[in-house]
């Protein structure tokens, strides 16, 4: 744009360690389809240093009650089979790496799935419980859990081979802009990253981070409900949760964070 | 005679272009960016304009700093800062910019304030559903561009 004298921001220059031993890669080299930027940068180091702070210790993260709660339904029986996620899928630390690569290609569905899908699948048609709303606590927990026991894993979700069309759909959304104000997600996270928008430093919108624990509504917060929350912005008709336009999405924004470090549940304001 | 009548007549005109030439956002013709008229065919209010700047109705500041509004919180820093806007603007530049700052600076980040058609996805409002059928009005009206276009000409550092 035509912006002579005005530079993008920096993001700062501190480093995020959990708990003193869990390392956290917060700033890595774009990777090459993340054509517009050079270096890639976790929402974390666009924040005050007392919001960065709350991350840095599990017992401080108000994230972690989600954790703890979801670690109740882990091992709950519920449904007509009788059974639990432990049942089948033991320790939840076995999911460790899991998050690191949604959304990802399902071969037996044919199509790529997010996370709380593949959670309500199993609720379905392996537990005959019922699903849990896309959005809703218990499910944003449970990724919060699933989230916890990867991180410091570096977010890896492949954009090739079946998982390609999907992955050009959620690229083609990123960079439309709607609504009455006609923004896109590249506007703000992309242009204008590092710089105030009103009261708000913006950061590149990445999501290595979700759930994200806000100080501002003081909940977890899933990946589509933030998309919503920034679509609805543009005084734009959003799209819904769960669909398919913020599956590809959620796919394209994901693979433009690969190399950061999964930081779930992580503390925004 | 000739006169007396001849000035009844100046008064009736201004009169009925408070009302009926107010210009529609699809009827604004712009010359190289800029529109040379008033929108709602009357001069702007400046004190009023101030206040359009501020957030719950242009939400300038969003974006812009302005020294001038300095007792309001947050301003951004997305696009240039005003001050001295009008040393470097004609009034009627300023009218195209803020009608509609993708004539003047193509593919702005800018929203077009006085615009009504074209947007993909339009939703009612901040509420996340679409806009439905109704009437799109414009992000501004014609007063309020013409109140925050009479602001900025105050903006001089010259």
């Known amino acids: 744009g035509l912006m002579p004298g005005i530079a993008v921001g920096d993001p700062d220059d501190d480093s995020l360690t959990i708990n003193g031993e869990i390392a956290i890669v917060t700033e890595a080299a774009a990777p090459a389809h993340t054509e517009n930027l050079d270096t890639i940068y976790s ?31 882990w091992a709950t029986a519920d449904g007509a089979a009788g059974k639990s996620c432990a049942d089948c899928h033991g320790a939840a630390e076995n999911m460790a790496g899991v998050r690191a690569v949604y959304p990802k290609w399902n071969e037996e569905q044919g199509r790529v799935t997010t996370l709380e899908m593949e959670v ?3 609720r379905e048609n392996r537990m005959d419980a019922k699903k849990w709303k896309y959005t809703g606590g218990d499910m ?18 492949a954009i090739d081979g079946p ?4 992955w050009e759909q959620g690229k ?14 590249a506007n703000c996270h992309e242009d204008s990253y590092g710089m105030m928008i009103r009261a708000d430093h913006l950061s590149q919108g990445h999501i290595n981070g979700f759930p994200t624990y806000r100080l501002k509504n ?14 609805r912005d543009t005084r734009a008709h959003t799209y819904k949760p769960g669909s398919d336009e913020f599956i590809a ?21 | 005679m000739r006169t007396a009548f001849g000035a009844t007549a100046a008064i009736l005109l201004t009169v009925s272009t408070g009302w009926s030439e107010v210009v529609k956002p699809q009827d604004v013709t712009y010359v190289e960016g800029a529109v040379e008229t008033s929108l ?23 974006c812009h700093q302005v020294t001038a509004l300095n007792h309001l919180p947050f301003h951004g820093e997305i696009g240039p800062m005003l001050d001295g806007v009008a040393d470097r603007w004609t009034e009627a530049e300023l009218r195209g910019i803020v009608a509609n700052a993708k004539v003047m600076f193509e593919g702005s980040m800018m929203p077009s304030f006085y615009r009504t058609d074209g947007f993909i996805r339009l939703g009612d409002a901040y509420t996340g559903d679409a806009h439905g059928d109704g009437e799109v009005q414009p992000l501004l009206t014609a007063q309020q561009v013409e109140d925050v276009v009479a602001y900025l000409m105050t903006l001089k550092e010259e």
């Open chain 1, 43 to 73: 929402g974390w180091r666009f924040r005050t240093d007392e919001t960065q702070a709350v991350q840095m210790d599990d017992f401080d993260n108000p994230g972690m009650i989600g954790v703890e709660n979801a670690m109740v339904d």
């Open chain 1, 140 to 157: 944003t927990d449970m990724i919060a859990l699933i989230s916890s026991v990867s991180r410091g894993m570096p977010v890896n979700v």
């Open chain 1, 163 to 166: 998982a390609q069309s999907t």
């Open chain 1, 172 to 185: 083609e959304l990123y960079y439309t802009r709607t609504g009455q104000l006609e923004l896109s997600c």
């Open chain 1, 218 to 231: 003081t909940k977890l917060n899933s990946v589509h409900a933030r998309f919503k929350g920034c679509v």
């Open chain 1, 249 to 269: 999405l959620e796919l394209y924004v994901a693979s433009r964070g690969n190399g950061l470090s999964v930081e779930g549940p992580s503390v925004r304001n």
């Open chain 2, 40 to 62: 709602s065919g009357a001069p702007g209010d400046p004190i009023l304009g101030a206040e359009v700047m501020n957030k719950g109705a242009g939400n300038c500041i969003a």
């Open chain 1, 120 to 122: 309500n699948n199993c």
